[in-house]
């Protein structure tokens, strides 16, 4: 798993993920979701989409920080396939 903090814009998420390679990337399903899932799924990423149900579990930690959360996330996506789906458009 790789983690790591960049700017919000497509240069940072050019940065970031150059040179990745083949890569399952979750992310959580929200408004500001969809530029993301486009910019993710042009470049050949095979993008899931965490269901909100199980991202609560997440959201009700007491104690948050983006690392803890992407690991959770992360980590939910890889032990439950049925956490994720493919983004409806």
Not at 31 to 55: E, G
Request: charged share 35%; with cysteine.
């Amino acid at each position: 798993m790789r983690q790591g903090y960049f700017q919000n814009s497509p240069s940072g998420f050019e940065d970031f993920f150059d040179g990745t390679g083949e890569a399952k990337v979750a992310i959580e399903a929200n408004d500001a979701r969809q530029p993301v899932y486009d910019w993710l799924s042009k470049r050949d990423f095979d993008v899931k989409l965490a269901h909100p149900h199980k991202t609560r579990i997440i959201a009700e930690v007491k104690i948050k920080t983006d690392c803890k959360d992407s690991k959770a996330l992360a980590g939910l996506v890889r032990a439950d396939p049925s956490s994720s789906r493919e983004p409806v458009r």
